[in-house]
DNA sequence: ATAAACTTACGTCAATAACT
DNA sequence: AGTTATTGACGTAAGTTTAT
């Protein structure tokens, strides 16, 4: 199966299309009071959770593109050198054929 | 016209290479 | 060792071609 789940809980049922949250989201509404003395009350670990997330799928969905972008370029490159070759090949050919039968006919 | 098959581009995940 | 970059594999949507 491909459709695995990430670190944020296997929802099999979710298209893999639609943007998943961390299931660390608290519930609307839900409002702890943050820990005293620090500044890492659970919400804010969650959203800090969900920015790096975001963060982290807009930098490799640009990789991904840049990717496809060489890959493609890549390609067209050797596509290009078979051309080049297969032209090469040919005119190789002719020529051969054109010495072989300007020997030939010395020969005789 | 349209249903089915094929193509293209995309976003995401996971593995791993490269970097610090 | 932890973090970031790269890329193959997969599923999806939209566009195009082909057969009816």
Request: glycine content about 4%; charged content about 30%; some cysteine.
């Given at each position: ?79 290009n050198r ?27």
């Open positions: 199966m491909a459709v695995t789940g990430d670190e944020t809980a296997a929802t099999g049922d979710m298209p893999a299309y639609q943007i998943r949250t961390p299931t660390t989201t608290l519930p609307q509404g839900v409002v702890m009071a943050a820990s005293p003395g620090t500044l890492h009350s659970p919400q804010q670990m969650a959203e800090e959770a969900t920015r790096k997330r975001e963060l982290r799928l807009l930098k490799n969905r640009e990789a991904a593109r840049e990717c496809r972008r060489k890959k493609k370029e890549y390609v067209k490159c050797l596509e078979v051309a080049v070759l297969e032209n090469q090949n040919k005119t190789l050919i002719e020529e051969l054929k054109a010495l072989k039968d300007l020997y030939c006919h010395k020969a005789e």
